[in-house]
């Protein structure tokens, strides 16, 4: 439980910080906006390119990762099933529930989860790889398809979706990354320097960026997502995705020991703040992505614990 505490210590601190900051006003009341922008831009690309370029692409061959992956798109239908179904504009929402219900934080969570519970922060490589290269593309299409100007005539939008990588700077980045894995290639030394230093500013500036939302300002109306919309997807998240995991590695693919407690533990992270730095920069559902975010991570401490002791993790 321990381990737990000190891997969720850093999102409680960074975020109260930037609630902290809104209710102050020391940022300006365009803050939100422009540390998102940053995030989504700048720093997040910088922070996939450097982690996948580093990553040896073989690691999805582990059978662990099927088990994983099984649980996520299980928790992704149910998060669709959960979204709102009725009027053209619920494609946004409906595209933020799913990622809300499936796409866990395997980064600033699953690195430390790993080490500390599993005793080899190398599991969590696969986790990232498989969001970043498949979940993460496919997701950012539907929402830009779906959030972006309409535009007449079928060669249109396939002009549209094959220039999405180049318009997308997270897209762009996770592949960049994968081709300097795939090739061996490096960036000279003080490339490499700078790519490390913008990427590290990603997970701290969206939390930050999520503190922010949480904030309030006096006169407005607090905005609220659908209690069963939000109840359902972060039960999904929570407790669904792991479950579907377990059923998968135990039964169909027979995992035992570390790779059933590794499919197990990574399918139970929370939400990642990344959907709400993507609902946010889409205007898409954000409120729904926070609320997701914030009441997977407190309901994550429980779960994982449970999951660590039962599967006889560390």
Same mark, same amino acid.
């Given at each position: 439980?321990?381990?737990?505490?000190?891997?969720?210590?850093?999102?409680?601190a960074?975020?109260?910080?930037?609630?902290?900051?809104?209710?102050?006003?020391l940022?300006?009341? /365009?803050?939100?906006?422009?540390?998102?922008?940053f995030v989504?831009?700048?720093?997040?690309?910088?922070?996939?390119?450097?982690?996948?370029?580093?990553?040896?692409?073989?690691?999805?061959? /582990?059978?662990?990762?099927?088990?994983?992956?099984a649980?996520?798109?299980?928790?992704?239908?149910?998060?669709?099933?959960?979204?709102?179904?009725?009027?053209?504009?619920?494609?946004?929402?409906?595209?933020?529930?799913?990622?809300?219900a499936?796409?866990?934080?395997?980064?600033n969570?699953?690195?430390?989860?790993?080490?500390?519970?599993?005793?080899?922060? $190398?599991?969590?490589?696969?986790v990232?790889l498989?969001?970043v290269?498949?979940?993460?593309?496919?997701?950012?299409?539907?929402? /830009?398809?779906?959030?972006?100007?309409?535009?007449?005539?079928?060669?249109? +939008?396939l002009? +549209?979706?094959?220039?999405?990588?180049? +318009?997308?700077?997270?897209?762009?980045?996770?592949?960049?990354?994968?081709?300097?894995?795939?090739g061996?290639?490096?960036?000279?030394?003080? =490339?490499?320097?700078?790519? /490390?230093?913008?990427?590290?500013?990603?997970?701290?500036?969206?939390?930050v960026?999520?503190g =922010? $939302?949480?904030h309030?300002?006096?006169?407005?109306? %607090?905005?609220?997502?659908?209690?069963?919309?939000?109840?359902?997807?972060?039960?999904?998240?929570?407790?669904?995705?792991?479950?579907?995991?377990?059923?998968v590695?135990?039964?169909?693919l027979?995992?035992?020991?570390?790779?059933?407690?590794?499919?197990?533990?990574?399918?139970?992270?929370?939400?990642?703040?990344?959907?709400?730095?993507?609902?946010?920069?889409y205007?898409?559902?954000?409120?729904?992505? +926070? $609320?997701?975010?914030? %009441?997977?991570?407190? =309901?994550?401490?429980?779960?994982?614990?449970?999951? %660590?002791?039962?599967?006889?993790?560390?």
């Amino acid at each position: 439980m321990a381990a737990l505490v000190s891997a969720f210590a850093p999102i409680w601190a960074l975020t109260a910080v930037g609630w902290l900051a809104g209710r102050t006003g020391l940022l300006g009341a /365009d803050a939100e906006a422009v540390l998102g922008r940053f995030v989504f831009h700048v720093s997040m690309p910088a922070a996939l390119f450097t982690v996948v370029a580093r990553t040896d692409l073989a690691s999805f061959a /582990d059978r662990w990762v099927l088990a994983f992956a099984a649980g996520t798109l299980a928790a992704s239908a149910l998060g669709l099933a959960a979204g709102p179904r009725a009027g053209r504009s619920a494609a946004e929402p409906r595209t933020v529930a799913v990622m809300a219900a499936g796409y866990v934080n395997s980064g600033n969570l699953g690195i430390p989860v790993a080490a500390q519970v599993l005793g080899d922060a $190398s599991f969590a490589a696969p986790v990232l790889l498989f969001q970043v290269l498949l979940v993460t593309p496919v997701l950012l299409t539907v929402l /830009d398809a779906s959030t972006g100007t309409a535009r007449p005539g079928r060669g249109a +939008r396939l002009r +549209r979706l094959a220039m999405l990588p180049l +318009r997308n700077p997270v897209i762009l980045g996770a592949g960049l990354g994968a081709l300097f894995s795939a090739g061996g290639w490096h960036l000279p030394g003080p =490339l490499a320097h700078s790519a /490390d230093l913008l990427g590290a500013a990603a997970v701290p500036t969206a939390l930050v960026t999520l503190g =922010l $939302s949480l904030h309030t300002p006096p006169g407005a109306a %607090a905005q609220r997502p659908d209690r069963g919309e939000l109840g359902v997807v972060v039960l999904v998240k929570t407790v669904g995705q792991p479950l579907a995991a377990l059923a998968v590695g135990a039964l169909l693919l027979h995992l035992r020991g570390p790779q059933l407690r590794a499919a197990v533990l990574m399918s139970a992270l929370p939400t990642a703040q990344n959907v709400y730095v993507y609902a946010r920069l889409y205007g898409a559902a954000p409120v729904l992505a +926070r $609320s997701a975010v914030l %009441a997977s991570t407190v =309901l994550s401490m429980l779960t994982l614990s449970v999951i %660590a002791w039962s599967l006889g993790g560390g």
